[in-house]
């Protein structure tokens, strides 16, 4: 069946939903099995307790609105696996040419416990950063991983203000363990043999480097008895987060990682480490960590901001440890 029987903004309920697209009534996630739909629930009610904060940004892109949606699992959220298949489904919408249809609880039918769901409107996967990496607490307060989906409008939506997800008053620094980051977070590799259509999961070679590199670099710090964390940064009046490369605790070194050793590389790299360092206490020693030594220009670039530079070199690092007594 199809969109001609409810309109965004229009209310309904569950099991009405249920009987023109089917799904259930438990979950928030629900693959269809009688239409081409994954149906997703949102209740601020009951999903803030599990640190879900689904809605809108309250800022576009260069692409439009987007509207955020956390996925499945109490536990470190995953795509494989037991707890894995709704996530999954999301993940896999494009390739099942399944729909992805938003509804939000907004109060009871009068007399009933009955939950009243507003049709939020139909979405797809952003094409270019399909979900993004998260620590929140649970139910219990515990810390875990959360795959929170960046959803774009795939009809004519006009956002309410009242699905606006609430921005920050101050800005909020978490410490996070060293592996909250897309590349360490398996995906399936392929549908039906073909490799899909949604991941974020670095596929270009130079992000695929990077990953390799960091995880290389923190293996190392680790034989030497060193903790490494990353920083998650949620900036005040904004939702969406930062999230740096790994941080050395012992001897407070915050680094940038990157896949090429190129001069556009490392002037991202630059930038990133100023916009992070702003928020870091202690303020942190400064680090750009690369797969190979670069131009001699781009080394006297580094150091003309006070900026270290550590490069792999075969089975080592060269720059490292970095030299803390001069903070840049």
Same mark, same amino acid.
């Given at each position: 069946?199809?969109d001609?029987?409810?309109?965004p903004?229009?209310?309904?309920?569950?099991?009405e939903?249920?009987?023109?697209?089917?799904g259930g009534?438990g979950?928030g996630?629900h693959?269809?099995?009688t239409s081409p739909?994954?149906?997703?629930?949102?209740?601020p009610?009951?999903?803030?307790k599990?640190?879900?904060?689904d809605?809108?940004?309250?800022?576009?892109?260069d692409?439009?609105?987007?509207?955020?949606?956390?996925?499945?699992g109490?536990g470190d959220?995953?795509?494989?696996?037991?707890?894995?298949?709704?996530n999954?489904?999301?993940?896999?919408?494009?390739d099942?040419k399944?729909?992805?249809?938003?509804?939000k609880?907004?109060?009871?039918?009068?007399?009933?416990?009955?939950?009243?769901q507003?049709?939020?409107?139909?979405?797809?996967?952003d094409k270019?950063?399909p979900y993004?990496?998260?620590?929140?607490?649970?139910k219990s307060?515990?810390?875990r991983?959360v795959?929170?989906?960046?959803?774009r409008?795939s009809?004519?939506i006009?956002?309410?203000?009242?699905?606006v /997800?609430t921005? @920050?008053?101050?800005t909020?620094?978490?410490?996070v $363990?060293?592996d909250t980051?897309?590349?360490r +977070?398996? &995906?399936?590799?392929?549908y039906?043999g073909k490799?899909?259509s949604?991941?974020?999961?670095p596929r270009?070679?130079?992000?695929?480097?990077e990953?390799?590199?960091?995880e290389?670099f923190?293996?190392?710090?680790?034989?030497?008895?060193?903790?490494?964390?990353?920083?998650?940064?949620?900036?005040?009046?904004?939702?969406?987060?930062?999230?740096?490369?790994?941080?050395?605790i012992?001897?407070?070194?915050?680094?940038?990682?990157?896949?090429?050793?190129?001069r556009e590389a490392?002037r991202m790299? /630059?930038?990133? @480490?100023?916009?992070?360092r702003?928020?870091?206490? $202690?303020?942190p020693?400064?680090?750009?960590l +690369?797969? &190979?030594?670069?131009h001699?220009?781009?080394r006297?670039?580094?150091?003309?901001?006070?900026?270290n530079?550590?490069?792999?070199h075969k089975?080592?690092?060269?720059?490292?440890?970095v030299?803390?007594?001069t903070q840049?």
């Amino acid at each position: 069946m199809g969109d001609e029987w409810i309109k965004p903004g229009e209310l309904t309920t569950r099991k009405e939903v249920k009987a023109h697209w089917g799904g259930g009534q438990g979950q928030g996630i629900h693959p269809c099995a009688t239409s081409p739909n994954v149906l997703l629930y949102t209740d601020p009610a009951s999903g803030e307790k599990s640190g879900y904060y689904d809605g809108w940004l309250p800022t576009e892109d260069d692409n439009g609105p987007v509207f955020e949606y956390t996925g499945d699992g109490e536990g470190d959220q995953v795509f494989l696996g037991t707890y894995g298949p709704r996530n999954r489904a999301i993940l896999l919408h494009v390739d099942e040419k399944r729909a992805l249809r938003v509804f939000k609880a907004v109060g009871t039918v009068p007399g009933r416990k009955t939950r009243i769901q507003r049709y939020v409107g139909k979405f797809e996967l952003d094409k270019e950063q399909p979900y993004v990496i998260r620590q929140a607490p649970n139910k219990s307060g515990a810390l875990r991983r959360v795959i929170v989906f960046r959803l774009r409008p795939s009809e004519e939506i006009s956002p309410l203000p009242e699905d606006v /997800i609430t921005s @920050l008053p101050e800005t909020e620094i978490l410490s996070v $363990p060293a592996d909250t980051t897309t590349s360490r +977070l398996v &995906e399936p590799e392929s549908y039906n043999g073909k490799p899909i259509s949604r991941s974020a999961v670095p596929r270009t070679k130079a992000s695929r480097r990077e990953a390799s590199l960091c995880e290389d670099f923190q293996k190392m710090l680790e034989e030497h008895e060193h903790e490494v964390k990353r920083f998650q940064i949620r900036v005040a009046d904004l939702s969406s987060s930062l999230l740096t490369d790994l941080y050395d605790i012992n001897s407070q070194v915050l680094y940038e990682a990157k896949g090429t050793s190129s001069r556009e590389a490392i002037r991202m790299a /630059i930038g990133q @480490l100023m916009d992070y360092r702003r928020h870091i206490t $202690p303020d942190p020693t400064l680090a750009v960590l +690369l797969p &190979e030594e670069p131009h001699a220009d781009l080394r006297d670039l580094l150091a003309s901001v006070n900026i270290n530079l550590v490069y792999k070199h075969k089975d080592t690092f060269i720059g490292w440890p970095v030299d803390t007594h001069t903070q840049s």
